[in-house]
């Protein structure tokens, strides 16, 4: 299973990076993404649209040492989230291991407040490299408002960077072909 799912973060990486990301400009009307390509869908290719950039710094850190996985730290986070389809405050810990070779293993779970009031979970893991560049393989959002329901079935990656010891920057990117599946 674990086999899987790596072999899954991977084809999620690679498609990534050989996909185009285009509509960098966002969504002037609202939260409402643009109409999903459905055609894509069927056929399998994503098509990646800006969501929001993160900036954020860390609050707080717990460091828990060596262990058999790795140098253990919960780290917690708060920032601003900008965009034209997401927008607002989010804070969480990122509950995060370095691994012997050097790279850090992203799992955090977090709060985003958006502008207009809207409470959503936000789920991500991913890899934090030894060079400070973030990619965020998997993020998952949960709500229950009705202005951003779509975003519980997209299919979203990040990328980004260290900007220093204590701050980082991510640009989100989702595929709009995945954002109306049942």
């Known amino acids: 299973m674990k086999r899987l799912c790596l072999l899954c973060s991977l084809l999620c990486i690679l498609t990534l990076l050989a996909s185009t990301v285009s509509g960098c400009s966002g969504n002037s009307t609202g939260a409402v993404p643009p109409a999903a390509a459905s055609e894509n869908a069927r056929e399998g ?8 950039s993160y900036s954020s710094s ?23 989230v900008t965009g034209n389809i997401l927008a607002g ?4 810990v990122d509950y995060l291991v370095t691994r ?5 293993e992203i799992n955090a779970r977090a709060s985003l407040i958006t502008t207009d009031g809207a409470a959503i979970s936000v789920q991500i ?3 934090c490299y030894t060079d400070g560049v973030i990619k ?4 998952r959002f949960l709500t229950g408002n009705e202005q951003y329901k ?10 980004g960077k260290m900007t220093s010891s204590t701050t980082f920057e991510v640009q989100y990117y989702y595929d709009s ?3 109306f599946k049942d």
């Open 125 to 127: 893991s991913g890899y």
């Open 58 to 80: 860390v609050t707080n850190k717990v460091s828990y040492g060596s262990t058999p996985v790795g140098e253990r730290n919960d780290v917690s986070f708060e920032g601003n």
């Open 45 to 52: 290719t994503m098509t990646l649209q800006y969501l929001a």
């Open 177 to 179: 072909s995945s954002a």
């Open 89 to 92: 405050t989010m804070k969480g």
């Open 100 to 104: 012997s070779d050097g790279i850090t």
């Open 136 to 139: 965020d393989t998997y993020v």
């Open 150 to 159: 779509w975003l519980n079935n997209a299919v979203v990656f990040g990328e």
